[in-house]
């Protein structure tokens, strides 16, 4: 009895690290964002003066680099809330590494 409360305790706490979360909080994103070394950004080809277009998350040596341009927090979440975003985004992996799982839906 004590090995299957073990493991299902020992697997619904891995699971647990590997979920997702959903915030609206700009202090959580950015510390989350700047931890693994991203930036706020926006897709290049959809800003228009003066105003962000498309916004994402980018990472060094990720594939964004040709086609995103990075942008200040406050450009970032000036937009963010025009736009009634959420950030999902996941702290780790099933692993234990460290998750760069992130994406802006609607709210």
Known sequence: MLNNWYLRHFWANLMAKSESKTTTDHDTIKQ???SRNGFPATVKST???GEPGLLRIDFPDYSGEDS???IEWDEF????EESSLAF???EE?????ES????????
């Open 88 to 90: 999902l985004y996941q």
């Open 47 to 49: 800003k228009e003066e």
């Open 93 to 97: 992996l099933k692993s234990g590494e």
């Open 77 to 80: 979440f000036d937009k963010f």
């Open 68 to 70: 995103l341009e990075r």
């Open 32 to 34: 989350w964002v700047e």
């Open 100 to 107: 760069r799982f992130c994406k802006l839906v609607s709210r």
